[in-house]
């Protein structure tokens, strides 16, 4: 048994029926979109957490200036 209950050779014959249907030209475009979409999010969280550490950074420098004054 492989996911789910679908074996491999199901999940294979699936697979198969998909690429004559879309054909791969289309197929490799939709998950060139898909691969895209996802960098672009990785990209988004990963320049918000940033943002969000320099915030965090500026605030404790000016706490620390503040207490030396």
Avoid: H, P, Y
């Avoid at 550490?53 to 503040?66: D, I, L, N």
């Amino acid at each position: 048994m492989g996911l789910g209950g679908i074996s491999i050779w199901q999940l294979l014959i699936v697979l198969v029926i998909v690429a004559l249907i879309f054909g791969t030209k289309k197929l490799r475009g939709i998950g060139g979109d898909l691969g895209g979409a996802v960098k672009g999010f990785k990209k988004a969280i990963n320049d918000d957490a940033t943002k969000d550490g320099e915030e965090v950074t500026q605030e404790t420098e000016k706490t620390a200036s503040e207490e030396k004054s």
